[in-house]
Structure formats: structure tokens, C-alpha cells
């Protein structure tokens, strides 16, 4: 089954304990991309990647890292995390941009405290 | 930049009426124009997308949006409306060339019985 992953769901951290979220695609896409989802908000695009190894800052980029080593894999990285960056974050992939369409994954909700 | 509004943050309507979310969009060049529709506790799935070509785009579900190039405008229809329908809707755009989809603050359908 064609899907984006995502790993954890749910996470609960504290103020500067670094965490990883994974995001995995199967589509061989080429395109990935994280966002954060806040109310009133809408989706504000974190980082994007267009290929292995090539990845831009998007709208929100402050306090976040990526890292695109693997074509399927677009871990999102918070080397220090603070209470702001509590939201609902989601991967999208699609083959790549232009018309082509986003799949999206499942979504991880975070809470820094 | 790039931008998208979606004007109402809650529409309702009473099922078997027809509904209308709207959408309006700036963008350099042609505009690629997205709906998304994101049921609770779940990823964006797509529902339909303008490339080029015909106005009237039909997608999934019975949704169907016009294209208003003179408007700037994206509007997402359903002649009848489904309880099933109530979630939340967003309308997205890509400039060409862009690499970044942006997306507007979404737009909460609710379809009483």
C-alpha cells in the first residue's frame, strides 16, 4: 500500500531534550516536505526536499533541522525544543512539485512543556 | 509571495442543500490550485486539483471546484450535501515555477442532519 509514515504519533516532551521525528515514503517520490498545522493557521510549511541530499527552508524554519540522506527517509529534527513548537506536525511526498499532488502522512502531535 | 485565503473559518449547511467553501489565491504566473480535505484525527487526503484546461474540475466524493482566473478565486462545491462531508477543508496553491504549495487557514464544513 502507497503511504507516508509517520513515527511517533503522539509525543510528550520537556523544554531542550532534542527529538527526532521519522517520516518514510514508499512511493519513491522524490519531493518531501514537513509542515506544522496550528489552528487559524492553517498549514505552515517547515522544510522541503527536493531530492536526496537537497533540502530549503520553507516558511517556518526556525528551530527546526532536516536531513535527506535517503530518498525515502525525511527525518524532522528539534535540536532544542521549546514550548511554541507544541502543534500537530505532518510529511507529505509527492513525485515531484509543480501540479503534482501531496500525499500526506497520519500526522505526529507534539506537546513541549 | 504566494498566498491563499479562505474566508470563512465555519460554514454550515443543512444536508441535501448545496455547499460552497470558498477560495481565493495570489500568485506569480499560473497558478496550480489543490483541495484538501482533513477528517479528525487524520492526514489531508486530496480531493481534487486545477492544472489547466477545463474550469469546472471534478474530484472526489461529488466535490467539484470552479476556476475564476479574472476572481483569483477556487471555490469548492457539492450540489448535495452529506453529514459525511462535515470536516475540515483546504484550499492550497503553487505558483509555476514554485516550489512550495502554500495553504490557506482552513475552512470547518459542518452538514446538519
Known amino acids: 500500500e502507497a503511504q507516508v509514515t509517520q513515527n511517533p504519533r503522539y509525543l510528550i516532551t520537556v523544554t531542550g531534550k532534542k527529538l527526532t521525528v521519522t517520516c518514510s515514503q514508499n512511493m519513491n517520490h522524490e519531493y518531501m516536505s514537513w509542515y506544522r498545522q496550528d489552528p487559524g493557521l492553517g498549514l505552515r510549511q517547515i522544510y522541503y526536499s527536493m531530492n536526496v541530499e537537497v533540502t530549503d527552508k520553507g516558511d517556518v524554519p526556525e528551530g527546526y533541522k532536516v536531513s535527506r540522506k535517503e530518498k525515502r527517509n525525511f527525518p524532522l529534527i528539534l535540536e532544542s525544543p521549546s514550548p511554541n513548537q507544541t502543534s500537530l506536525y505532518f510529511c507529505?511526498?509527492?513525485?515531484?512539485?509543480?501540479?503534482?499532488?501531496?500525499?500526506f502522512g497520519p500526522g505526529t502531535r507534539l506537546l513541549v512543556l | 509571495a504566494q498566498s491563499v485565503a479562505q474566508p470563512e473559518d465555519q460554514v454550515n449547511v443543512a444536508e441535501g442543500n448545496p455547499l460552497t467553501v470558498k477560495c481565493t489565491y495570489s500568485v506569480s504566473g499560473n497558478p496550480y490550485l489543490f483541495w484538501y480535505v482533513q477528517y479528525p484525527n487524520r492526514g489531508l487526503q486530496f480531493l481534487l486539483k486545477?492544472?489547466?484546461?477545463?474550469?469546472l474540475v471534478k474530484g472526489s466524493y461529488g466535490f467539484e471546484a470552479e476556476f475564476n482566473k479574472s476572481q483569483t478565486s477556487f471555490h469548492l462545491k457539492k450540489p448535495s450535501a452529506l453529514v459525511s462531508d462535515s470536516a475540515l477543508y483546504f484550499c492550497a496553491v503553487r505558483g509555476a515555477p514554485a516550489r512550495q504549495l502554500t495553504f490557506g487557514s482552513g475552512t470547518q464544513l459542518t452538514v446538519l442532519p
Open positions: 486545477y492544472i489547466t484546461g477545463d474550469n
Open positions: 507529505a511526498s509527492s513525485q515531484r512539485t509543480g501540479s503534482e499532488t501531496q500525499y
